[in-house]
């Protein structure tokens, strides 16, 4: 089975910048896409981001374009999500997710799963 562990979350000033990072151990899927889900409270679980094993076409959700880059680095399993100009609407839980093979990452109940980081956009 394949472990996910996010870090980087924490407290930043609106306007401010985070990067999270999740790495995978395991049985990991190297041609498998990964990205990051968030949950603010009241909220419906959000698809923030994902990329595939090539990188190539990244998605993001319109709320986080342009101010979100996500990034990974096969060789350390590892995938990174840099959030500049903060908001406090971007204050979630951030779940770093990992799909099956061949599997869209949007079907969750398939999905590798962190066990979440807290991101808190203040002002």
């Known amino acids: 089975q394949v472990q996910l562990v996010e870090s980087g979350g924490g407290l930043v000033q609106a306007g401010g910048s985070l990067r999270l990072s999740c790495t995978a151990s395991?049985?990991?899927?190297?041609?498998?896409?990964m990205g990051w889900f968030r949950q603010a409270t009241g909220k419906e679980r959000e698809y923030v981001a994902g990329?595939?094993?090539?990188?190539?076409?990244?998605y993001y959700t319109d709320s986080v374009k342009g101010r979100f880059t996500i990034s990974r680095d096969n060789a350390k399993n590892t995938v990174y999500l840099q959030m500049n100009s903060l908001k406090p609407e971007d204050t979630a839980v951030y779940y770093c997710?990992?799909?099956?093979?061949?599997?869209?990452?949007?079907?969750?109940?398939?999905?590798?799963w962190g066990q979440g980081t807290q991101v808190t956009v203040s002002s």
């Open positions: 395991g049985r990991t899927f190297s041609m498998s896409t």
């Open positions: 990329i595939s094993w090539s990188g190539a076409s990244p």
């Open positions: 997710a990992a799909a099956l093979p061949g599997r869209a990452i949007t079907t969750t109940q398939n999905n590798s």
